[in-house]
């Protein structure tokens, strides 16, 4: 299928050529004609499938046909809700690229910076606003935002919004658009409090679902390290010397562990950049910028911070803790391997980890391959069930005594 096929004006397929976008992703070629056809829509899709442009395209579509006020009296009629600052950055930037040759005016507001230059945007008048949930409400607060023209409302990462705790505003956000509007819901995993939430804002939805849980995995090579907790930090210098090359993203579950193994890696002099939520919007940005400009090669994140950002180009995913949610472990690995380059992933296992693999490897039907063969096992002796796997060609076998006291080579 072409992106005429799906009755794309010729401003939108014009900047789709340019972007060398030749056919839709199956999430686009689903969701646009739902979209277009103003029906509500539930889409289960992650990052990576092209989410983005299922949304941009048939909105910008719905809104060139009958075009608005030509500058100041716009209104704002369609709104996207995002979890964090980047990926409403993202999604701005997208609609502005697919959106270039028509006269709508696309706009982001988001919180962690002043106000006062999203209110002078927001005076100019907009036609699409990309909003984080807490500014768009103070926004509205101050008077400076009218939500009673929205004709599409976008709830993008719906389940990132409701584990960050947004669950109450958005559905205040939701009454605070006018009744008839058409609303799209994505999520990257669909748990019980989406499909809740979904219930009770759209009107019989029609559903999307683009299953990246087992194919995202097919070009990546996956290792698993089991290794004590305190030894991890060893084991990623290690790795990171003798085997990991390339641009690097390393995952860490909490703020306090991002800013540790950041200050190690540095000391170490390696070029090194972290985002997490406790850094201001313009240290996250810049941390960003470098690692897409190539400045530094090593990206340190939470889940939080990384979840929707569009990075090419990575060589190597590192789970330095494991995710305790098994679909996590799917987005990490996933930035990698992407576009039919092959990617790989080494996550670290430590003892109390082994059950978040047990479930990751039940989501993926795959059983993780093994390296044994590295300086810091966890317990050589310990044969747990998650380390067996029948005929990995990647097994080394068990070491002889000889060549476990030799192991100091590694040092
Ligand atoms: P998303 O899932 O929206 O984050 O998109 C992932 C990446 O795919 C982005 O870099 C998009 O620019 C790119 N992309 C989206 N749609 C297409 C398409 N039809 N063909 C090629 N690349 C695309």
């Keep these: 299928m072409s992106f005429k096929a799906l009755q794309l004006s010729n401003s939108l397929l014009k900047a789709l050529s340019e972007k060398n976008y030749s056919v839709p992703t199956p999430v686009q070629e689903s969701t646009i004609p739902l979209v277009l056809d103003k029906k509500d829509v539930i889409a289960s899709a992650q990052t990576g499938t092209g989410k983005t442009a299922a949304f941009a395209l048939p909105i910008l579509e719905l809104l060139i046909s009958k075009l608005d006020a030509p500058k100041k009296g716009k209104k704002i009629r369609s709104l996207i809700i995002s979890p964090t600052r980047e990926l409403a950055g993202q999604i701005e930037n997208d609609f502005k690229v697919y959106g270039k040759y028509t006269n709508l005016r ?214 330095f803790d494991m995710p305790n949610v098994a679909e996590t472990y799917v987005h990490r690995i996933g930035r990698t391997g992407r576009a039919g380059n092959t990617g790989i992933s080494y996550s670290f296992c430590s003892a109390d980890e082994k059950d978040y693999v047990l479930s990751i490897q039940k989501l993926i039907h795959t059983t993780i391959p093994v390296e044994e063969n590295h300086p810091y096992p966890l317990d050589p002796k310990a044969k747990p069930e998650v380390h067996k796997k029948k005929g990995s060609k990647h097994r080394k076998g068990r070491k002889s005594a000889a060549s476990k006291k030799k192991k100091k080579r590694w040092y």
């Excluded at 990246?212 to 990546?220: D, E, L, M, R």
Aim: one cysteine or more.
């Design 106 to 319: 696309t706009a982001v507001v988001f919180g962690g910076t002043s106000i006062e230059p999203q209110k002078d945007i927001l005076k100019k008048g907009v036609d699409i606003l990309v909003a984080t949930p807490g500014r768009l409400l103070d926004l509205h607060k101050q008077d400076i935002i009218n939500l009673d023209y929205i004709e599409v409302l976008v709830l993008d990462e719906a389940d990132l919004m409701l584990d960050m705790g947004f669950i109450d505003d958005v559905k205040k956000i939701e009454r605070l658009c006018q009744k008839q509007k058409q609303t799209l819901l994505f999520s990257a995993t669909m748990p019980y409090k989406v499909e809740q939430l979904a219930n009770t804002i759209l009107k019989t939805p029609e559903r999307v679902q683009i299953s990246a849980t087992s194919s995202v995995t097919k070009n990546i090579n996956q290792w698993l390290y089991f290794t004590p907790k305190p030894k991890k930090i060893e084991l990623c210098l290690h790795l990171l010397r003798n085997t990991i090359k390339g641009n690097i993203i390393i995952f860490r579950r909490t703020k306090f562990g991002v800013d540790k193994l950041e200050k190690t890696l540095l000391k170490n002099n390696y070029n090194v950049g972290s985002i997490h939520g406790d850094k201001t919007q313009s240290a996250r940005q810049t941390a960003l910028n470098r690692f897409k400009n190539k400045e530094v090669n090593i990206l340190i994140a939470t889940d939080v911070a990384a979840r929707g950002l569009d990075i090419d180009n990575l060589d190597a995913v590192i789970n």
